[in-house]
């Protein structure tokens, strides 16, 4: 089965008909074992249901439907998007319910519309009294309220206003006035960076804390609040009392990667997403291995070069998904990608031609460099490699 995605590699065609094994298709493309994607997305939805509160997936990490689908019994569920092609793509697979939570600039508010205009309730997300005076002026010439989240800066990491701000309540005041304010979002962005378990109970604490306090402030001084979303992969597996919170957003656990490992949120086995790459050479005087895998395949993503251990690139397995012992792609140029051994570790012999699978530092940042995925049961293999599964192939033209 081949899922579609958003591309950004234009060259990385797959053919499901064709391919019956991961020795199959031509290298490199990216793989999702099935069974780890299903047990990731039950482990968060289980703690979201212990927590009391609705689960909003991130879905820009896997940008497929095929994959949403997963999430709910293959029925739309309440969704986050990060672009307006998302938003688009995944109005056109029935979803309904989406927040688009990157701040909103005038320019894409036709588009907005247009959705809202087909039933969609699409969200859109600001910080600063001229976004939301755009946001109230367009709803109104349009005689159709934008909803609009008011987004809130709980750790500094990137946008948003802190929840003592004095324009909060004024541009509560000016959506509301529209007919638009819908409630507050933040994320926890610093928690990627929180390397213990009581560092990050305490980036989710912080996270909802601040969130609440937001609403409540708003709420005192007369604006309704029906939303109060917070949430990121870290702090969504931490937090233990999210009371004052409607809805928990995250979307990196469906795969999770090497980063999310690195901070102790998942193990090395719930690594869903891998790129399958070539051997194509050697460098013996260099210690050397070279694929036929670099930055398009992989992305340039380093945030495991901040860690406790570095991966380089990626980490190596066998074709079955076994770890090769002290193999790292250590450097990555546009096609190529080379893995060398550390710690002592012996390099191993891999004659040109073997297949390889990388595991990556940010699942994100890597789909995003293939037009989809082949999909894998890690569970059933054949004498070779793992089976490809053949269930279904959805093509969107996203």
Not at 14 to 24: G, K, Q, V
Not at 195 to 222: F, H, I, K, S
């Amino acid at each position: 089965m081949t899922i579609p995605a958003i591309p950004a590699n234009a060259t990385n065609a797959t053919n499901a008909d064709s391919a019956r094994t991961l020795a199959d298709p031509d290298t490199p493309f990216a793989v999702v074992d099935v069974r780890k994607t299903r047990r990731n997305v039950e482990r968060l939805a289980a703690r979201a249901d212990r927590l009391g509160v609705a689960l909003r997936p991130h879905v820009k990490t896997a940008k497929s439907l095929d994959v949403a689908g997963l999430l709910h019994d293959e029925t739309p569920c309440p969704v986050t998007v990060s672009t307006l092609a998302e938003a688009e793509a995944f109005a056109d697979g029935g979803y309904t319910d989406i927040t688009y939570a990157v701040g909103i600039d005038p320019h894409k508010l036709p588009r907005v519309l247009a959705l809202l205009r087909r039933g969609v309730t699409l969200r859109v997300l600001l910080d600063s009294t001229e976004q939301a005076a755009f946001v109230a002026e367009a709803s109104r010439r349009a005689g159709l309220p934008v909803p609009a989240q008011i987004e809130i800066d709980c750790d500094g990491h990137r946008g948003g206003l802190r929840p003592d701000a004095p324009e909060l309540t004024k541009i509560g005041r000016i959506l509301n006035d529209a007919g638009c304010l819908d409630g507050v979002l933040t994320h926890a962005g610093e928690s990627y960076f929180a390397y213990t378990a009581e560092e990050q109970r305490l980036a989710a604490q912080n996270e909802r804390d601040t969130a609440v306090a937001a609403a409540e402030r708003l709420r005192a001084a007369g604006l309704p609040v029906a939303t109060v979303s917070v949430g990121s992969t870290p702090t969504a597996h931490a937090a233990e009392d999210l009371t004052g919170v409607t809805e928990l957003r995250a979307g990196n656990y469906v795969f999770f990667d090497l980063v999310m490992a690195g901070l102790g949120v998942c193990r090395i086995e719930d690594l869903a997403l891998s790129v399958v790459v070539t051997v194509i050479g050697h460098r013996p005087e260099h210690g050397w291995v070279i694929t036929d895998g670099g930055w398009m395949a992989m992305s340039r993503d380093r945030g495991t070069a901040v860690q406790t251990q570095d991966q380089g690139y990626g980490l190596v397995t066998d074709l079955d998904g076994n770890l090769v012992p002290g193999l790292v792609m250590t450097a990555a140029s546009q096609e190529h990608g080379t893995l060398t051994a550390r710690d002592g570790a012996h390099l191993p012999d891999l004659p040109i031609g073997t297949r390889l699978r990388i595991l990556p530092n940010h699942a994100c940042a890597t789909a995003a460099q293939h037009r989809g995925y082949h999909v894998i049961d890690g569970a059933r293999t054949t004498n070779t490699a793992p089976a490809i599964q053949t269930f279904w192939e959805r093509v969107t033209g996203w």
